[in-house]
């Protein structure tokens, strides 16, 4: 039987938001304030499944595919500290209904699939530090992104050399119509 893996749902902002998001994030917290997450890591976790066997995985890509929802627009204009969770992070004031729609599906597949979901309620944001080690300064309102979300992709969280690595490994399409997913 072959190994499991670390899975999730998420959306992944195109690489020059997140090469934007890192140039701010340097110039508004100290380099003391926590961990940051790399660049390539940035991402927006619509659905966390946990170590997964590959025949769930093919299970759960499979409910995933059959999707069909159009795209929508985020806009990440909020951010904030989680200081349980010891993270700093970005969000959007006014989610879009395609998003919580998109988050709500992906996890009642889990559910149902044996994944556990967490029973807090989904809270879209994008971790920017970890392991912060006390309260920091949030810049003030006035800094956002925006970006079409055309798709939404499934990672594997990859632990070595005490770096943690997001890869994606399917991606799969927004669209009103029934789409084949893309194997990356
Ligand atoms: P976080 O950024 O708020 O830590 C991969 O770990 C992604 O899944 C992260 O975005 C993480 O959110 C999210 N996630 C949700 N529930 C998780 C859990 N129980 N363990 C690890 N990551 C979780």
């Known amino acids: 039987m072959s190994?499991?893996?670390?899975l999730f749902f998420a959306i992944e902002p195109p690489?020059?938001?997140?090469r934007q998001i890192v140039?701010?994030?340097?110039?508004?917290f100290q380099p003391e304030a926590g961990r940051p997450v790399a660049a390539a890591n940035l991402h927006l976790t619509l659905a966390f499944l946990g170590d997964v066997s590959a025949d769930k995985q093919q299970a759960l890509a499979k409910l995933?595919?059959?999707i069909?929802?159009?795209?929508f627009t985020l806009n990440l204009d909020d951010a904030g500290q989680w200081l349980r969770s010891r993270v700093v992070w970005l969000g959007t004031r006014q989610p879009p209904r395609g998003l919580l729609q998109l988050a709500i599906l992906l996890r009642a597949q889990a559910a149902r699939s044996g994944c556990y979901q967490s029973p807090q309620p989904f809270h879209p944001h994008i971790t920017l530090l970890r392991n912060t080690?006390?309260?920091?300064?949030?810049?003030p309102?006035?800094?956002?992104?925006?970006?079409s979300v055309t798709e939404f992709v499934l990672y594997e969280s990859i632990f070595?050399?005490?770096r943690t690595r997001y890869t994606p490994l399917q991606r799969f399409a927004l669209s009103e119509q029934p789409r084949i997913s893309d194997e990356v």
Not at 68 to 71: L, R, S
């Open 3 to 6: 190994e499991s893996k670390r």
């Open 15 to 18: 690489a020059n938001i997140q």
């Open 23 to 28: 140039r701010w994030r340097a110039e508004h």
């Open 64 to 66: 995933a595919g059959r």
């Open 68 to 71: 069909v929802q159009p795209g």
């Open 133 to 139: 080690s006390h309260a920091v300064a949030i810049p």
């Open 141 to 147: 309102p006035g800094f956002h992104w925006t970006f």
């Open 160 to 162: 070595s050399n005490g």
